[in-house]
């Protein structure tokens, strides 16, 4: 049987449309099963999960503790999930993806300059025309820090976000997860968007996270019915 190897990002184990799927409503009982799935597959058909060590390893066990899981969720991703630190030293990526990268980045950051560009000139217009019945100059202040610059800040917020952050690697553990991936030869699984994009760029295999539990349902079920094995020395 060919092997599998999956790199997994934060959000293969938490994301929502996968709990949907497997009819879990809280998040560390969706991570719970996710992991109990991926014990399973290991047992039964030797496929590895790995994750970046120490960046995506450290998040998810934040990611868990913050959120009140129980020890157990805990004790499944120390048990279940392969750590491993990626090399960032030998992995080699083409120079054409880091041009197209850096290409793709100038066009966001303009983006971004555009967007903040337009709520200064709306913002000052609107602080123009704002009418007070302010005695001082303080209590103006406030008046436009409610009426006008309050409400300009969040539309500029939900603006930037979208124009700078979807669709790019915007952390380390990003980063990581794409290079092991590439080490590794496995799939990456997320749904993060930018990963996505740029494990197609690097030709990494993407595995939606939202798809990810039933993929391994899937492999377990055919496994058993054509009874097939796996070599327990040829991997981790």
Excluded at 72 to 79: F, L, N, Q
Excluded at 102 to 111: A, F, L
Excluded at 200 to 212: I, K, N, Y
């Amino acid at each position: 049987m060919l092997r599998q190897r999956f790199v997994l990002d934060t959000t293969a184990l938490t994301d929502l449309q996968a709990r949907e799927k497997l009819n879990v409503a809280g998040m560390c009982d969706g991570m719970r099963k996710v992991l109990e799935l991926i014990a399973s597959a290991r047992l039964k058909l030797g496929i590895s999960c790995y994750v970046p060590f120490p960046s995506v390893y450290n998040e998810l066990r934040d990611f868990a503790q913050n959120n009140g899981c129980d020890a157990d969720v805990i004790a499944k991703i120390d048990t279940w999930l392969v750590k491993k630190a990626p090399d960032r030293y030998n992995v080699q990526i083409p120079s054409k993806v880091f041009h197209e990268y850096v290409s793709h980045m100038r066009e966001r950051i303009n983006k971004g300059m555009v967007i903040a560009e337009e709520t200064i000139w709306e913002s000052s217009t609107d602080c123009l025309l704002i009418p007070t019945k302010a005695d001082n100059k303080k209590d103006i202040e406030a008046d436009v820090e409610r009426g006008v610059i309050g409400v300009h800040i969040g539309k500029f917020r939900n603006k930037y976000r979208s124009a700078l952050r979807y669709g790019i690697l915007d952390s380390a553990p990003d980063i990581d997860v794409l290079i092991l991936a590439r080490e590794l030869e496995a799939a990456v699984v997320a749904s993060d968007f930018g990963i996505q994009k740029w494990a197609e760029e690097l030709g990494v295999r993407f595995v939606p996270a939202s798809t990810f539990p039933m993929i391994l349902q899937e492999y377990m079920e055919h496994a058993s019915v054509a009874n097939l094995s796996w070599d327990k020395e040829s991997d981790i």
